[in-house]
């Protein structure tokens, strides 16, 4: 018995036309309630921000449906006429932000952008640099847990113990001593300037490779808040959704052409199948818009309020590791207060405010507890925070933590309760998708 094509389409009606409330009710106010958390609450988390609601329209676009394996005019699938134009878009708009001369906007993430250029240069077991986890390194960076540390051979750099800054003299040594074939200079919990000419002098000197995974700053690079890693460094690497403020991804950046076949092998056929393309849009949407006036003076505000939120803290008690912030976040040292980070956390959490715990340099605590939380930024400036905002929120933080010191994990039920009605009043005065 055959189906009738009028059964066929009543059939699919409810697939065509029924929005996500009424398919997938859990899912709904799953992210309903996450819409709520945003709006209600301060985003601290260094590595997180808010996109605009084009780079949303563009990651949830039509383009899910595309596979295109393969790079522009050299696709494995037929069809790709549109995703060869957007993706192309966000090349040369890469390109043309960041002052480089290709581009790979294909990497699904940060860690998977890292792994393409270890598998495109580096053989296992070889040697690199990187900065150490304890002193604000990433995953990806040569920690034994990740496969950075597990197939190669990584050599640690960190920081002074006096002033907890990078000891280039120190990283020159260790750079001598074990001639790796690539360092990364950047990191996932540092504070202060990066002195790329200094590394790229220290990488001829031993003949290596300079990579720079500039995840964190990328954004205040894109404005002028922070120098740029070109021409210093050989490749550059970043996500795309911390200071940047685009959809969560990776991309590679570099000016050699010698890196491009083996950077564009590594990425596709080596470690990815298909890119995301409405992922890889959304890039595109993003890059567009840090290129506008507007997104350079985004990228200043978000130091401004960095340095305002460290004054703030200091002032009121709380201890800054190096002293202070030359971009958009800061560690916060809670052992005076014998709070530990984890404490802090969650007690800061009780009052909608939003950070990490994380470990700060010469740590004692494991990283589950840590002796410190990392602040940014890039959040609350998207919100329109000032320094007035910023010197405000740190108000807030210190009164959470000295009940947390007085009152051990469980805090002081009043001080937070007082706190997140003061968050709500700067929550309302800066909203977050306010037609959502």
Known sequence: MSTKPSEVLNSMDAFWNDDLATADPEIAAAISKELARQQDKIELIASENIASKAVLEATGSVFTNKYAEGYPGKRYYGGCDYADVVETLAIERAKELFGCNFANVQPNS???????????????????????????????HGSPVNMSGKWFNPVSYGVREGDELIDMDA?????????????????????????????????????????????????LVAGGAHPSPFPHCDIVTSTTHKSLRGPRSGIILWNDEKFTKPLNMAVFPG?????????????????????????????????ENARALAASLEENGLRIVSGGTDNHSMLVDLTAKNVTGKDAEKGLDRAWLTCNKNGIPFDTRSPFITSGIRLGTPAGTTRGFGPAEFRTVGKLIAEVVDGLSKNGAEGDAQIEESVRGRVAELCAAFPVYPNA
Not at 195 to 217: K, W
Not at 276 to 295: D, G, I, N, S, W
Request: proline share 4%; hydrophobic share 45%; charged share 15%.
């Open 271 to 303: 470690l990815q199948g298909g890119p995301l393309m409405h992922v890889v849009a959304a890039k595109a949407v993003a890059f567009r818009e840090a290129l506008t006036p507007e997104f350079k003076s985004y990228a200043h505000r978000i130091v």
């Open 171 to 219: 990283v020159a040594a260790t750079a001598r001593e074990h001639k790796p074939k690539l360092i990364i200079c950047g990191g996932t919990a540092y504070s202060r300037t990066w002195d790329f000419s200094a590394f790229r002098a220290i990488a001829d000197e031993v003949g290596a490779i300079l990579l720079c995974d500039m995840s964190h700053i990328s954004g």
């Open 110 to 140: 940060g860690s998977q952008m890292n792994q393409a250029v270890f598998l495109a240069l580096l053989q296992p077991g070889d040697t690199f640099m990187g900065l150490d986890l304890n002193s604000g390194g990433h995953l990806t």
